[in-house]
């Protein structure tokens, strides 16, 4: 099933044309009612009338998180503050929120996007669609409700926490649809089984999972510990929240609202564009949007885009899983090093949990590695030798893929905080 | 013939036994032995239980790692000798054993127990048993 078939389907002569046309009205108005875009352009040289075609998109200059901070909180608004019905913000760890705004018409595409994104995981009116994302100004709740609601599925606004009610709730009120981060669907996964249910006793049938990268080995844990279909949902608050893209049944990449959004993929340290297939960062023109329109946003998700036919019968350019954030990669002794690559190592033994804490410090001016990692239950504990020697395992298995080594050190199941929404697996004492 | 011993993993942090013992002392649960053996970062106590099964649940429950291991309990006799008379049976019937601790009693006892860790516990329990030595069950330790 297919949302919009004109717009999930267009061939792509149709599709350059109405980006183009988009693009244009959304150069024009930045430009009229966004002084910092003005200066940026003028800086630049560049008028909206220089914007003739598609290709004209690389002429004009990037956008920062940081032009968002310093324009805090509505300085990078295009729409009079009466238009502006929802604000969101985005956690910021260090320093103040970025602000975001949406008028009437901007909740409009947002639900339009998230309806789609749930049409791919199998969604339709009969869904019962359990929102276990935090609910506030974060944009996962509200965002997956605002679409699941548009849609015409049930909506259960759970927000996030309270694990043992989301299983009983899930259970009763027979949710097809769990929505949440992937690292609390790994939570939930967990009480579902220690609540001695079994996958086949609740209703569910699809997850849709983002706003933090995850990996396939995750997938398939969260797969099999709810079994269900797991969807990845993408999106950042900055472009307009979850909904910007998702996969679809076939699992190879997600499917970018290209009527809404024109990506590029640049090289991070040159700012050049990318081909297709190529790794690079992630950058998003949003093209329907009334409140905070951002010209070549730059995300820091590393991944690449691919064009080629999807099976689904959907025309929309996909994008890879982020393979990365150029900022949650670590330098550790001088190795890049992405915590996901060590979820693909514990992913590797069945005798740890999912969950782990890396903690990286500074010692005689060396750099420090450690890893905190959970025993899973129902592994022998009986036996020390295989204990030690299970260690060694997993040390060997890092020091192989990583290139640098880790000290492993293990904990019992259910040490570690469980993670409600993103979750914090880094902890880097270093004062860099 | 088997007993069911329960084995729980102790990270090497300040305060994890003492907090394991206070676990025990909430739920009224008495240890009949203990053994600890440990390593650099962790340690594995062992112990014996009136209802293991249930002893376990609650450890899991209060955040601890535990799994159930079968282990024997021989009739051993406090004197010189007493414990070369049972281990010489295991060795001349080629089985090894992994570890071993005992249930010691007062100056006036004669005999104590031992507890057993085997590879095959039911060969153990034979091949003992026709030796003459006495096995205990659970319910008959103190």
Redesign the interface.
């Given at each position: 099933m297919i949302w919009n078939k004109a717009a999930e389907c267009a061939d792509r002569e149709t599709m350059d044309r109405i980006q183009l046309k988009k693009l244009q009205a959304t150069v024009k108005r930045v430009y009229q009612n966004v002084q910092p875009y003005r200066e940026k352009m003028q800086e630049a040289g560049i008028t909206p009338g220089d914007i003739q075609s598609l290709d004209d998109l690389k002429n004009l200059p990037f956008t920062n998180k940081t032009d968002l901070r310093d324009n805090y909180p509505y300085g990078m608004f295009s729409s009079h503050l009466n238009e502006i019905v929802r604000v969101h913000a985005s956690s910021g760890t260090t320093g103040k929120p970025t602000v975001v705004g949406y008028t009437r018409s901007d909740l409009e595409s947002w639900a339009e996007c998230v309806a789609r994104a749930l049409t791919m995981a199998g969604g339709d009116r009969s869904s019962v669609v359990q929102v276990a994302y935090g609910y506030g100004l974060f944009t996962g709740g509200l965002g997956a409700h605002g679409g699941a609601e548009y849609m015409g599925a049930s909506v259960i606004p759970m927000s996030s926490g309270n694990t043992k009610k989301q299983v009983m709730l899930m259970r009763d009120f027979k949710s097809t649809i769990l929505c949440c981060t992937p690292s609390y669907a790994l939570t939930i996964a967990e009480a579902v089984k220690k609540e001695g249910i079994s996958p086949d006793e609740i209703s569910l049938r699809s997850g849709v999972f983002g706003a933090e990268p995850w990996t396939p080995e995750m997938r398939t844990a969260i797969e099999k510990g709810l079994g269900i279909k797991a969807f990845d949902i993408y999106g950042l608050s900055e472009v307009m929240g979850p909904g910007v893209s998702c996969s679809c049944s076939e699992q190879n990449g997600m499917h970018i609202q290209e009527d809404y959004f024109i990506a590029e993929i640049i090289d991070p340290k040159t700012g050049e564009v990318l081909p297709d297939g190529e790794r690079g960062e992630l950058v998003f023109t949003t093209i329907g949007k009334e409140g905070i329109p951002l010209i070549r946003y730059r995300t820091h998700d590393i991944c690449y885009l691919m064009r080629d036919k999807c099976a689904c019968g959907r025309t929309t350019v996909r994008m890879s899983r982020v393979l990365g954030r150029s900022d949650d990669m670590l330098i550790i002794r001088g190795v890049n090093v992405f915590p996901s690559q060590v979820e693909t190592v514990i992913a590797k033994f069945n005798e740890l949990t999912m969950n782990y804490m890396l903690y990286v410090g500074r010692e005689n001016n060396t750099d420090t590695f450690d890893m905190d990692v959970e025993?899973a239950?129902?592994?022998?504990?009986?036996?020390?030798a295989f204990?030690?020697k299970l260690k060694t395992r997993v040390e060997h298995e890092l020091r192989t893929l990583l290139g640098i080594g880790c000290k492993v050190?293990?904990?019992?199941?259910?040490?570690l905080p469980r993670s409600e929404g993103k979750a914090v697996r880094v902890k880097d004492t270093r004062r860099l | 013939m088997y007993i069911k011993q329960i084995s729980v993993f102790l990270e090497n942090t300040t305060g994890r036994l003492a907090n394991f013992t206070r676990v025990l002392a909430d739920n009224d649960i008495s240890m009949k032995a203990l053994c600890i053996a440990d390593s650099d970062e962790f340690g594995i106590l062992r112990c014996l239980v009136d209802d293991p099964e249930e002893a376990k649940k609650i450890l899991q429950e209060n955040g601890y790692s535990a799994s159930i291991t079968e282990v024997i309990a021989v009739e051993m006799e406090s004197k010189a000798g007493g414990l070369y008379k049972i281990l010489k049976v295991l060795a001349a019937h080629d089985m090894s054993v992994d570890y071993v601790y005992s249930i010691v009693g007062t100056r006036s006892d004669e005999r104590s127990v031992i507890i057993i860790k085997v590879e095959d516990p039911k060969k153990a329990v034979d091949v003992l048993t026709s030796e003459g030595l006495r096995l205990f069950c659970l319910d008959e330790i103190e």
């Amino acid at each position: 099933m297919i949302w919009n078939k004109a717009a999930e389907c267009a061939d792509r002569e149709t599709m350059d044309r109405i980006q183009l046309k988009k693009l244009q009205a959304t150069v024009k108005r930045v430009y009229q009612n966004v002084q910092p875009y003005r200066e940026k352009m003028q800086e630049a040289g560049i008028t909206p009338g220089d914007i003739q075609s598609l290709d004209d998109l690389k002429n004009l200059p990037f956008t920062n998180k940081t032009d968002l901070r310093d324009n805090y909180p509505y300085g990078m608004f295009s729409s009079h503050l009466n238009e502006i019905v929802r604000v969101h913000a985005s956690s910021g760890t260090t320093g103040k929120p970025t602000v975001v705004g949406y008028t009437r018409s901007d909740l409009e595409s947002w639900a339009e996007c998230v309806a789609r994104a749930l049409t791919m995981a199998g969604g339709d009116r009969s869904s019962v669609v359990q929102v276990a994302y935090g609910y506030g100004l974060f944009t996962g709740g509200l965002g997956a409700h605002g679409g699941a609601e548009y849609m015409g599925a049930s909506v259960i606004p759970m927000s996030s926490g309270n694990t043992k009610k989301q299983v009983m709730l899930m259970r009763d009120f027979k949710s097809t649809i769990l929505c949440c981060t992937p690292s609390y669907a790994l939570t939930i996964a967990e009480a579902v089984k220690k609540e001695g249910i079994s996958p086949d006793e609740i209703s569910l049938r699809s997850g849709v999972f983002g706003a933090e990268p995850w990996t396939p080995e995750m997938r398939t844990a969260i797969e099999k510990g709810l079994g269900i279909k797991a969807f990845d949902i993408y999106g950042l608050s900055e472009v307009m929240g979850p909904g910007v893209s998702c996969s679809c049944s076939e699992q190879n990449g997600m499917h970018i609202q290209e009527d809404y959004f024109i990506a590029e993929i640049i090289d991070p340290k040159t700012g050049e564009v990318l081909p297709d297939g190529e790794r690079g960062e992630l950058v998003f023109t949003t093209i329907g949007k009334e409140g905070i329109p951002l010209i070549r946003y730059r995300t820091h998700d590393i991944c690449y885009l691919m064009r080629d036919k999807c099976a689904c019968g959907r025309t929309t350019v996909r994008m890879s899983r982020v393979l990365g954030r150029s900022d949650d990669m670590l330098i550790i002794r001088g190795v890049n090093v992405f915590p996901s690559q060590v979820e693909t190592v514990i992913a590797k033994f069945n005798e740890l949990t999912m969950n782990y804490m890396l903690y990286v410090g500074r010692e005689n001016n060396t750099d420090t590695f450690d890893m905190d990692v959970e025993l899973a239950e129902g592994i022998e504990i009986d036996n020390i030798a295989f204990i030690e020697k299970l260690k060694t395992r997993v040390e060997h298995e890092l020091r192989t893929l990583l290139g640098i080594g880790c000290k492993v050190k293990f904990l019992s199941e259910g040490t570690l905080p469980r993670s409600e929404g993103k979750a914090v697996r880094v902890k880097d004492t270093r004062r860099l | 013939m088997y007993i069911k011993q329960i084995s729980v993993f102790l990270e090497n942090t300040t305060g994890r036994l003492a907090n394991f013992t206070r676990v025990l002392a909430d739920n009224d649960i008495s240890m009949k032995a203990l053994c600890i053996a440990d390593s650099d970062e962790f340690g594995i106590l062992r112990c014996l239980v009136d209802d293991p099964e249930e002893a376990k649940k609650i450890l899991q429950e209060n955040g601890y790692s535990a799994s159930i291991t079968e282990v024997i309990a021989v009739e051993m006799e406090s004197k010189a000798g007493g414990l070369y008379k049972i281990l010489k049976v295991l060795a001349a019937h080629d089985m090894s054993v992994d570890y071993v601790y005992s249930i010691v009693g007062t100056r006036s006892d004669e005999r104590s127990v031992i507890i057993i860790k085997v590879e095959d516990p039911k060969k153990a329990v034979d091949v003992l048993t026709s030796e003459g030595l006495r096995l205990f069950c659970l319910d008959e330790i103190e």
